[in-house]
Structures are given as C-alpha cells and as structure tokens.
C-alpha cells in the first residue's frame, strides 16, 4: 500500500481544489472518504477508477462505523493556492479533519480525497477521487485525527 494520484486525476488535482476555493462551480466541494480495511482491493485496481462509484462498486467499501461520515470542504475550508517560486512546485493543502468518538467495526484503510462538482446532486457517479492516503487504524471509541502533511496532501513539481 501506498499514497498516490488516480490516474483521472494526474495533473488536475491543484485545478479541482481551486475550483472548489473559487466557488466555479457554486456547489463544488472536496469530500474525504475512509476505506474499509476487509475487502480492500490493490492500489493497482484503484489507481484505474475514475468515479468514487466505481472505487465502491468491487469489493472496496467505505467505512461504516458508528460516528463516521464523509467530510464535505467547502470554499470556506480552503486557502487559496500559492505556487512555491523558490522550490519550483505547486502544495495543495487541506486542514486536519477529526471524527467524533468512533466506535469499533471496521478497521480502516486509506482516505481518499474527491472532487464533487455538485454537492447537492448526491450522486458519487460524479465524485472524481484524487488522492488515496494510506491511513491505517482501528476504532476503538475515541477520536481520530488524519493529520494532513504538514506540505499539504498533493504536490506538483
């Protein structure tokens, strides 16, 4: 297991984030998502899907643990991009993101951050993944805290 940029992804994942701080469209948003450990397929397989649909349709789940929901990020949860002239390369970051008390069930796997170009459409036909994450744990009732990269969750150089 490892992180990496869905191959739909490749080169477009600093232009979805902005689009999501610039409100093009109104209802854009980024959606974090946790994959189950049990049923998880390689990140050879996923690396090739190009809707968050297709990462749940094999036998890939998300989590169902009790407290757990999807994190939806809005302009308002971002900062604006700013290339880093002096090291030649473009971070893209998002903020820590914590779920409340969550209970045992699943174990976890990755996280994945998604481009939904309509938060209010509600269909993960159009959610776009970005980046999958290695974020192995397992719940236990207590809080959990993925810990952005201080450099961000995405870097082209």
């Given at each position: 297991m490892a992180d990496f940029v869905f191959n739909c992804s490749k080169g477009r994942v600093a232009e979805l984030y902005n689009r999501v701080d610039v409100s093009d469209p109104t209802n854009a948003v980024l959606v974090i998502v946790v994959l189950a450990t049990s049923g998880l397929e390689?990140?050879?397989?996923?690396?090739?899907?190009?809707?968050?649909?297709?990462?749940?349709a094999g036998t890939t789940n998300e989590v169902t643990n009790t407290n757990y929901a999807r994190k939806v990020l809005s302009d308002s949860d971002l900062s604006a991009l700013s290339p880093d002239d002096t090291n030649n390369r473009m971070d893209v970051d998002i903020p820590d993101q914590t779920w409340t008390a969550v209970a045992s069930g699943d174990?976890?796997?990755k996280l994945l951050?998604?481009?939904?170009?309509?938060?209010?459409?509600?269909?993960?036909?159009?959610?776009i993944p970005l980046?999958?994450?290695?974020?192995?744990?397992?719940?236990?009732?207590?809080?959990?805290?993925?810990?952005?990269?201080?450099a961000g969750f995405f870097r082209a150089s």
């Open positions: 390689a990140d050879a397989t996923l690396i090739d899907l190009d809707t968050l649909s297709a990462v749940l174990g976890w796997s951050i998604c481009y939904d170009p309509d938060s209010t459409g509600g269909a993960d036909t159009a959610i980046t999958a994450h290695d974020f192995v744990l397992t719940p236990d009732g207590s809080d959990i805290t993925a810990q952005i990269n201080a």
